[in-house]
């Protein structure tokens, strides 16, 4: 197991690293650059290359990845290239914001769809069922965005019921009631989103491994409908759940950029966007170089947790990473 | 003289965070943001002399009567990136530095340069007869928010810097006619200049750095001072204190206790930032918001149709062309198919433009004839020539210059048929429509159109910065009322790469008349020569100039002014004119 996680480890410094390459290099060959961006292009020539210069900008690409990579390596991701501000203080507490609503709705979705997929797997095509798989529809096929909107409109406008954006009052940063009335919209329509796939999931399944025969065995020895779906059958279903959950994992930390505009969240998934059209590069490098460092450790945890639920996986130099 | 015109980078760049956004933003955002530029962007008004001020403490809370304190909450789609004056280059920036910044002069209304009682200047600079040296005045009580005296050696270090090529000013191009700054006494500098350059007044319309906090730092490295990013090392000269940065979110103002100048109602100003343009306009019906200054189009209705709020349809300082490319390597035939003038005024005359106006701005907008600010006292008006929608007439001008309708009824000349590629930036949907718009009008007299969207960054970069394109379509900005610094989009020595008459458009007369016009101290004389720039840049028509346009601006109903001070949206940063006498209404 220790040496199953080491192993792991190392390989995800190394494709963290050649993540950070391909990243860099995609940025940097999109056309218009940070120095483009900043000046008007009708601005001399002369003054567009004193800047870039004083930005650092003008230095060969290697020069400037391994001062970025030297920079991380200080835990530090570097500086803004237009205004000097530290790129860690802009991103961190983006990821705080992005996690506390993400999570909220990762979690709120989580506590509805598995029971309720359980139930609708017990009950199938019933009315429960049934209106899962509608709502399940409508939460793939509604842009989540065009949901937001919707729900401001009624919410935020028309009835006044709830705050319109932003995730707190102009000078009640802090204050947990207000920062809960501003949730209550956004993580609707996120939690909406992540609904319709769990449910779904959780009751396919579940379906699958109640017609197993160790199913029928358990039911035919006398044991209790309870028992059978509680002790015997869900512990079996949940295996492709938490693979699922797992390859999610990211999504908590990049945000619904979307979503986030939307409703003014100062989440990263904003911030990129933000950040994408003034080609701020180093900012871009380091949400990208946290969603994979978060992609890594998700895929990491679902492999970990499958040792836990199922016994017949054995982490070890053969079993790991394919199972 | 890489003047100041600004592309609508910005706002394009807007556009396309727009377009990002999906639908809901439509990427049609242009606003009444105007484009960055120098410091142009300023106010006052007319020429009232403000001595007597209106009455400061209202005994009798009358509406018309202005209350002192309360909030005002303005919308912005971008944030800033540095406040620093010298290295404003961003609508967002812009605005906070035009906010928490007094100006050494002002503009008024109608876009003169005045001394305004919130100006740093205490009077119009003199200027000797050669029109070689300013001389400008301080007024004795100006002072920074720090308590420091604001003084001749803040203008001196100031003017050096920008025009200090390692600084790498913006506004470089605004201050490197000057020969040298010279401070007289504290209240004192002269200006020297190496070359008459009338539009020199308009670059004093700009904010001044404080040289105690800055003087001993490297030009090199001023860019990455902290002063114009960190609220607390900023010192500022104008009514309002920037105190916060909620990077991406929000930043805010306070009323500053050291301004020497006529105190402001308003007690603080939020600068707050909506990542999507249909939210800002929901916050702004609900209440959240105050005042936005970008409306975008499907939104207007909706807008109009809430009581509380005003809409201020007028256009914006800045224009819309159709660019024709006159290099003949552009084209596949090796020939522009542009070259008569019969073929460009037949073209203007074969397009709709009021109809453009009227369905696609949503009647925000004015056709235009020439690139200069309309209504300012450069604006050709009669002199110009017009062009009315006339199908009739323009096929006849086709005709005259030996177009001949081909087997397919595409107009051809010489083997080559008239059919060119428009370009523009996709996802600007006013763009699309009007691209659109044109291909229609002009297969309608037997010209083929081609209309292409490219992405903005790579479409700058590829096509318009080097001139390789058939047709472009895109804006200017009018930000600076000085027409002068036009010469450097249409006169023949600001070829590509490095200049911006990206379309090779040479006229001697005008190359000649755009020398003419900076050299000329006299003002009447000047009218005189722009009066006649209008007319063959109208005539000759580099570009079919199609209408100044403009986002509308919409303010909640419980911010007050008096009639002489409302916003001016002709104007840079027009949406405050004036703030400074504002109230909100408790």
Redesign the interface.
């Known amino acids: 197991m220790t040496e199953y996680l080491i192993r792991r480890t190392l390989q995800s410094v190394l494709v963290l690293l050649l993540i950070t390459i391909v990243t860099f290099l995609l940025i940097h060959a999109a056309p218009g650059g940070p120095k483009t961006i900043f000046l008007s292009p009708n601005l001399s020539p002369e003054v567009m290359e004193q800047q870039a210069e004083n930005m650092g900008l003008n230095d060969p690409l290697p020069v400037q990845y391994f001062r970025w990579l030297g920079d991380l390596t200080q835990g530090d991701f570097g500086y803004t290239f237009k205004n000097n501000l530290p790129v860690g203080d802009l991103v961190w507490p983006t990821l705080g914001n992005t996690m506390i609503l993400m999570g909220s709705a990762w979690f709120l979705a989580l506590v509805i769809a598995i029971p309720w997929g359980i139930y609708n797997s017990t009950r199938e095509y019933g009315f429960s069922d049934q209106l899962a798989s509608f709502i399940a529809y409508i939460g793939f096929a509604m842009p989540t965005f065009w949901f937001g909107i919707i729900l401001q409109e009624l919410f935020a406008l028309k009835w006044d019921l709830l705050p319109l954006s932003d995730m707190y009052s102009m000078g009640k940063e802090g204050d947990l009631g207000d920062l809960v009335l501003h949730l209550i919209l956004p993580v609707t329509v996120l939690t909406l989103g992540f609904l319709a796939g769990y449910v779904k999931y959780s009751r396919s399944s579940m379906l699958e491994v109640l017609d197993q025969d160790y199913i029928r065995t358990a039911r035919a020895k006398g044991l209790g409908e309870r028992k059978v779906v509680f002790r015997h059958a869900l512990r079996n279903a949940l295996i492709p759940i938490i693979t699922i959950l797992g390859l999610d994992l990211p999504i908590l930390v990049a945000g619904a950029a979307l979503t986030e505009s939307v409703f003014n969240w100062p989440g990263m998934g904003r911030l990129f966007l933000q950040m994408a059209t003034q080609r701020e590069y180093s900012v871009l490098m380091a949400i990208t170089l946290i969603i994979a460092v978060f992609v890594i450790i998700g895929n990491l945890i679902a492999d970990l947790l499958y040792a836990i639920v199922d016994p017949r996986v054995k982490l070890g130099r053969k079993g790991g990473a394919g199972a | 003289m ?1 003047k ?4 609508m ?1 910005c706002l394009s ?2 556009a ?2 727009g377009s ?3 639908g ?1 933003s439509n990427g049609n955002n242009t606003g009444g943001n105007n ?2 530029a120098d410091n142009a962007g300023n106010n006052k008004a007319a020429n009232a002399p403000a001595n007597n001020a209106p009455a400061e403490e209202p005994a009798t809370p009358d509406a018309n009567t202005p209350v002192d304190g309360g909030e005002l ?1 303005v919308s912005s789609f ?2 800033i ?2 406040i620093n004056p010298i290295f404003v ?1 961003d609508t967002a920036s812009g605005d906070i530095d035009y906010l928490v910044n007094a100006r050494l002069l002002d503009l008024d209304r109608a876009g003169n340069v005045v001394a305004e009682e919130w100006s740093l200047a205490a009077e119009l600079p003199q200027v000797s007869e050669d029109g070689l040296t300013y001389t400008i005045k301080l007024k004795p009580e100006a002072k920074w928010s720090d308590g420091q005296p604001l003084t001749a050696d803040d203008i001196v270090y100031t003017f050096d810097t920008i025009r200090n ?6 506004a ?2 605004n201050f490197d006619k000057i020969e040298s700054v010279t401070k007289v006494d504290a209240q004192t500098v002269t200006i020297k200049l190496k070359q008459v350059y009338s539009p020199f007044l308009y670059s004093l319309t700009t904010s001044i750095v404080p040289a105690h906090v800055l003087k001993d730092v490297p030009a ?2 001023l ?4 002063f ?2 960190d609220p607390a090392k900023t010192v500022t000269s104008g009514p309002w204190n920037w105190t916060e940065w909620k ?4 930043l805010t103002m306070e009323a500053n206790p050291n301004y020497w100048g006529p105190k402001p109602h308003i007690q603080k100003i ?1 600068y ?1 930032i ?3 343009q ?2 800002e306009v ?2 702004l ?2 209440g ?1 918001v105050d005042m936005t200054s970008a409306i975008p189009l499907p939104l207007l209705d909706t807008v109009k149709a809430n009581e509380n709020i005003n809409v201020i349809l007028a256009p914006g300082p800045q224009y819309e062309y159709l660019g024709f490319n006159f290099k003949d390597d552009n084209f596949p035939g090796k020939v522009s198919p542009f070259k008569g003038m019969k073929t460009r005024q037949a073209i203007a005359t074969a397009l709709n433009r009021q109809g453009m106006v009227d369905n696609i701005l949503k009647g925000t907008g004015t056709p235009l004839n020439a690139p200069f600010l309309p209504g300012s006292w450069s604006d050709p008006g009669d002199k110009a020539t017009t062009y009315s929608y006339d199908v009739e007439k323009a096929k006849a001008l086709l005709a005259e210059d030996g177009w001949v309708a081909g087997k397919d009824g595409i107009l051809a000349k010489d083997g080559q048929r008239f059919s060119f590629e428009l370009q523009y930036n996709a996802g600007n949907s006013r763009r699309e429509q009007v691209a659109a718009v044109i291909q229609q009008n002009l297969a309608d007299v037997g010209i083929e159109v081609k209309p292409k969207g490219i ?4 479409w ?3 096509n ?2 080097p001139g390789k394109y058939e047709a472009i379509l895109l804006s200017w900005s009018l930000s600076n009322p000085d027409p002068a610094s036009n010469e ?1 989009i249409f006169s023949s020595k600001y070829f590509p ?2 200049g ?1 008459n990206t379309g090779w458009y040479k006229n001697e007369k005008l190359d000649q008349l755009w020398i003419d016009g900076t050299l000329t101290a006299d003002q009447s004389k000047r009218k005189e020569i722009y009066g006649e720039v209008g007319k063959e840049i109208s005539t000759d028509l580099p570009y079919v100039f199609l209408y100044q346009y403009g986002l509308p601006e919409a303010q909640n109903k419980k911010i007050k002014y008096a009639e002489e001070d409302k916003p001016e949206s002709t104007l840079g940063y027009g949406y405050f004119f004036h703030v400074n006498k504002w109230w909100v209404a408790p």
């Not at chain 2, 100041?4 to 592309?7: E, H, V």
């Not at chain 2, 090529?165 to 913006?170: G, R």
């Not at chain 2, 990077?247 to 929000?250: D, I, V």
């Open positions: 890489k100041p015109n600004k592309l980078l760049i807007m396309l965070a990002v956004l999906a809901c484009a960055p909450v971008s944030d990136v540095s280059g090529p390692e600084a790498a000013s913006l470089i191009s090199k490295e860019a990455k001072h902290p114009g990013s990077n991406g979110q929000y939020t707050k909506y990542a999507d249909n939210t929901q916050a019906i609900k959240d992405d903005f960054a790579a700058i970069d590829q318009v910065t450097s790469p490095t911006q």
